[in-house]
């Protein structure tokens, strides 16, 4: 089992003039191994670095960097953590070694018996979901931008707003990660406990 940490919370917000102000939901987990999820903007290595310590962890000690996706505010400070095997969305490397790995068939990448990748593609075509089992016992699924934020399951306008490359594959994926997870670190908010209500709003909305 791995400890969780929520290092920040994640927030978007839409003004006028076509411009968001948003950052990314960054996660620690600690245990078999140290892996950190989504780094946020290229402004945030101090404040990265800051809360890891008060975790007593160094980059150094990472040993896997997750990116959900690869968009800006989720790979911002990949660079910190060069002793770590990187996965961008359906991309694995270590420094120039690439390592194929079939994503795009539907496969679950498993770093060790309480931490895999999935892919749940939609948000863009590759991007991934980290499912965790906590010390709790509870299945929590670091979802990156598949879920923006836990208003998004009651206004679906939410997540097709904030960009969605395959909204039926999305939806079919939000689905299918609320069905097996207790918990959802959603990209851009707060993590919300997952009910049977939301399971089934979910289930309606696949098109
Ligand atoms: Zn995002």
Known sequence: MS?????????????ANDEM????????IKGAHNIIVDTMTAWDSD???SALKSHGVIPEDINYVV???GHSDHIGNNNLFLKAKHIVGFSISYKDK????PFDKGQEYVINESVKVVPTPGHTLSDVTVLVK????EQVAITGDLFEKHEDIEDPNIWLEAGSEDKVQQARNRSKIADIADWIMPGHGAQFQVT???RQTLRKQIV
């Open 3 to 15: 400890e969780i940490a929520v290092l920040f919370n994640g927030y978007s917000t839409m003004s």
């Open 21 to 28: 102000t948003a950052n990314c939901t960054c996660t620690l």
């Open 47 to 49: 404040k990265i670095i």
């Open 67 to 69: 990116s959900t996706h």
């Open 98 to 101: 690439y390592y194929i790995f």
């Open 134 to 137: 906590s010390n709790q016992g």
């Open 196 to 198: 049977k209500e939301l």
